[in-house]
């Protein structure tokens, strides 16, 4: 009879002798490092401390690639863009205490983005743990309780040889749908103490399928293939799963107009006859929608940007598929279906049947021009060219990644991503800063393409600190900065709720003069020259910074009516 630890490989005389004897100098950091390349990673971001001296020491003897940011939180928002661009774990290494607690802001947009981020970062001294007043510097009670209601898994090591098992195996949480940040920490004392443990080497840490319920999908189908006014919602859940060619397939076999989310930019080909583009927030598209008699809700969990600030009200049947299962049905009754976008809808393709229907891009169309007859009601002339001309200096293959400031709200709706995984934006969680440092992180993973990101005077000057790393690692980033002088959506919101603003304006430095300061070339802009400036910063190597100043409006929202 044959076993199957019969058939389990066996180790060679070269991997017993360096298992045996396994090179001098090492340290727990070195397990870490070890782990993380046995594990596929070749880049890591982060930020050294005190506490964690024995990871970044650790680098030295790897061949792993470090990008240091000067803030954890950039750091944070570059590992970000680094998992949402390559669809990889972004490893991020983080001191104790205020280390780690200043990227909690960017690891809750990684988690409402389901961007897979693995933050490893360090603990004050073993003795120390367990929740007693030890007086060691950053001391916390419980440092991981800051963030377990942040990201989707914390893993505690207390000994070096916990330390590969731990890593990978959050890991695997990160890499398995929903895609999430992962919180990891190592006592000081365990990172610094030479270890005789053998070197890491193969590690498997495979991310868990999510695959749908047959039965589930046999009755999609058939409310699909017989709906008479069938739509489609796509969210950011399509492009993380790579399905935007299925949901294509789709739409066409049964004739489906699409509108996507702002985090499902560039699912749907923004010209195609079936195409709402991104028009949730007016009340047109609201309306077509909750006309279908059957809604296909894609990787969405239809929340507060995505239902018009919650007044869609559908009146059809909702069919949504969701790998988050917080996110299922939790906003409408719905067929809901638990799994991974991309083998949900090859399900769907298999066992749909064909609908015909001719009128369906006319009815799109009409769509479509009553939203652009709404704006043109509303003098916006200016912010749609400014668009239109960031479109055009853009190389259609170019990633942008756009912070929380009025230019970004107008391209959640009406910018053209040309494609999916190319415009990302902070609208998950909404913090200021996001834009630049997520850029560099885009610009880390393929330097073969520039990268665009667009911020305000408020939101760049969280970020300045980053344009050294731009000039340091010559990252190819263009910084497109709108100077109006403030938080220009803040006031604008005071301004219609309160009739005046307060704290919503800003004294701020000369952007060009200070882009210079670091090495960085800058210059200033005007509408009219908006888009060949642009594209010459766009088409020289290394970073730049473009500063527009101007007072930009947001479209009339409709959810108010």
């Known amino acids: 009879m044959t076993h199957d630890h019969d058939l389990e490989p066996r180790p060679t005389p070269a991997q017993t002798e360096a298992a045996l004897n396994p090179p001098p100098g090492r340290n727990g950091g070195d397990l870490v490092v070890e782990t993380l390349a046995g594990l596929g990673a070749n880049t890591v971001f982060g930020l050294p401390g005190q506490h964690a001296l024995g990871m970044f020491d650790a680098l030295r003897r790897s061949d792993l690639r470090y990008i240091g940011l000067r803030v954890e939180n950039n750091a944070g928002f570059a590992a970000d863009a680094y998992g949402r661009v390559t669809g990889e774990a972004a490893p991020l290494l983080l001191s104790t205490g205020p280390g780690a607690l200043t990227s909690l802001a960017a690891l809750q947009e990684a988690a409402a983005a389901s961007a897979p981020v693995l933050a490893i970062g360090s603990q004050i001294p073993t003795a120390g743990l367990g929740g007693g007043r030890h007086g060691y510097l950053h001391e916390l009670p419980d440092q991981a309780a800051s963030f377990r209601g942040v990201v989707k898994s914390v893993h505690t090591v207390r000994t070096q040889s916990q330390i590969p098992s731990a890593i990978a195996a959050a890991w695997r949480s990160a890499l398995t749908a929903p895609h999430g940040p992962v919180w990891v920490e190592i006592p000081q004392d ?10 890491v080497t193969a590690m498997d840490a495979a991310p868990e399928d999510l695959p749908p319920r047959p039965e589930l999908t046999a009755l999609a189908a058939h409310l699909l293939s017989t709906a008479s006014r069938p739509a489609i919602i796509a969210g950011g859940g399509v492009v993380r799963a790579d399905a935007s060619g299925k949901l294509r397939r789709l739409a066409e076999r049964l004739r489906a107009p699409v509108v996507t989310t702002p985090g499902g930019k560039g699912a749907f080909p923004w010209t195609h006859e079936l195409s709402l583009q991104s028009w949730l927030e007016d009340r047109h598209t ?40 917080g996110k299922l049905e939790s906003n409408h009754p719905a067929l809901g279906i638990h799994a991974d976008a991309r083998p949900a809808l090859q399900a769907l393709l298999e066992t749909v049947t064909e609908r015909q229907d001719e009128g369906v891009g006319a009815r799109v169309r009409s769509v479509l021009g009553k939203v652009a007859e709404r704006l043109a009601s509303q003098d916006l002339t200016l912010e749609q060219q400014l668009l239109a001309s960031i479109r055009r200096a853009l190389p259609a293959t170019s990633p942008s990644f756009w912070d929380m400031t009025i230019l970004a709200y107008w391209a959640w709706s009406a910018f053209d991503a040309k494609g999916p995984n190319l415009l990302h934006s902070a609208q998950g969680a909404g913090g200021l800063g996001y834009g630049f440092p997520a850029a560099l992180g885009a610009a880390v993973a393929d330097r073969t393409r520039p990268v665009l990101a667009v911020s305000g005077d408020g939101g760049a000057l969280y970020s300045i600190a980053e344009l050294a790393t731009a000039r340091q690692y010559d990252l190819n980033v263009t910084w497109l900065i709108v100077d109006d002088g403030g938080y220009g959506i803040l006031r604008e919101y005071m301004t219609d709720t309160f009739g005046e603003t307060t704290a919503t304006e800003l004294t701020r430095p000369d952007f060009v003069a200070l882009a210079e300061s670091f090495g960085v070339p800058g210059m200033r802009t005007t509408p009219e020259g908006l888009e060949g400036d642009l594209a010459r910063a ?14 930009l409006r947001m479209f009339a929202p409709t959810h108010l009516d």
């Open 538 to 551: 766009l088409a020289q190597p290394g970073p730049s910074v473009v500063v527009l100043p101007a007072v």
């Open 190 to 199: 365990v990172l610094l103490a030479k270890t005789s443990l053998p070197v």
């Open 286 to 325: 609201t309306r077509f929608l909750e006309d279908a008699d059957v809604l296909l809700v894609v990787g969405s969990g239809l929340g507060e940007l995505s239902s018009n600030y919650h007044t869609f009200r559908p009146r059809g049947r909702i069919v949504q598929i969701e790998a988050d299962l």
